[in-house]
């Protein structure tokens, strides 16, 4: 470059490096930025938000907070959000030990209270069906027991399933479905 032309300025320089180096540029760089989504983990989006961000034109420190905030996606946006960063660089890190707050939470069971009875968890969320009147709940077209908040404490007191008159136990929804 210097055979064919001067050393250009560095605003030049910067531009010519993106040409060549970077992601090819669209008609809209600013818009490309703010359509800029999370869809995997949050360490590839921050590297694509930053790839985008140079071209996208001055922003302020706000502006770059939320627009990266936003492309995280609810329910991480909005945990972001609540921590209030002033810079993009504090909201990058809290969105990375969010996601790890995330994956740790789904991957760790969470055991009841020593001598608390817990209910099984449906594997599907139940269905309205309308039947004679009175909506019922049905998960895979099997009905369940409606219990009233003292059916349900009787039940809890008993050590008796929601859905059966058998015991409760651990592994019980393997059993009653």
């Not at 810079?87 to 969105?95: E, I, R």
Request: glycine share 6%.
């Amino acid at each position: 470059m210097q055979t064919d032309e001067e050393t250009p300025p560095w605003t030049r320089f910067k531009e010519l490096l993106n040409l060549r180096f970077g992601p090819p540029l669209r008609a809209a760089p600013l818009f490309e930025l703010a359509s800029c989504r999370r869809t995997g983990t949050v360490e590839e989006y921050q590297d694509r938000f930053q790839a985008l961000l140079p071209r996208a034109g001055h922003l302020d420190e706000a502006q770059r907070v939320q627009l990266f905030t936003g492309g995280l996606l609810p329910p991480l946006s909005l945990q972001v959000q609540n921590q209030n960063p002033q810079t993009l660089v504090p909201a990058m890190s809290l969105a990375r030990q969010m996601e790890l707050l995330e994956q740790y939470y789904a991957s760790t069971p969470i055991a009841p209270a020593r001598g608390v009875l817990s209910t099984p968890a449906p594997c599907h969320a139940p269905t309205l069906v309308a039947k004679a009147g009175a909506p019922t709940a049905s998960i895979e077209g099997r009905p369940i027991k409606r219990l009233n908040q003292a059916e349900q404490d009787e039940r809890r007191h008993l050590g008796l399933c929601f859905n059966c008159d058998e015991k409760y136990s651990r592994g019980h929804n393997k059993v009653c479905k």
